[in-house]
């Protein structure tokens, strides 16, 4: 299952809603409540541009100097395409 793999890996994937952006960091709410802070670097997979109210995922790997951050989406995009391909049947 991809879950336990990215779990055995370190990896965890955080939902919520971006709260402000200062910089390359991301303060998101988390559905549970929690406030979380997102730093994101180059090596970030960020496709889209992300901003204060956006519902997102990240998926980050705590590391010895800290939480990395390996990508950060719009939740929203999967049910976006999915309305997109039924629209054209």
Same mark, same amino acid.
């Given at each position: 299952?991809?879950?336990? /793999?990215? @779990? ?7 939902? *919520?809603?971006? $709260? %402000?952006?200062e910089?390359?960091?991301y303060?998101?709410?988390?559905f549970? *409540?929690?406030?979380?802070? $997102?730093?994101? /670097?180059?090596?970030?997979?960020l496709?889209? %541009?992300? *901003? %204060?109210?956006?519902r997102?995922?990240a998926?980050? %790997?705590?590391?010895n100097d *800290? ?7 719009? $939740?929203? @995009?999967?049910?976006?395409? @999915? ?5 054209g049947?």
């Amino acid at each position: 299952m991809k879950c336990d /793999d990215e @779990t055995q890996q370190g990896i965890e994937t955080i939902k *919520g809603e971006v $709260l %402000r952006v200062e910089g390359n960091t991301y303060f998101v709410e988390r559905f549970d *409540g929690k406030e979380v802070r $997102l730093h994101v /670097d180059p090596d970030t997979q960020l496709r889209e %541009r992300i *901003g %204060r109210g956006d519902r997102i995922e990240a998926k980050v %790997r705590e590391l010895n100097d *800290g939480t990395h951050v390996l990508s950060l989406r719009h $939740l929203e @995009t999967e049910a976006r395409a @999915t309305d997109t391909s039924k629209a054209g049947q």
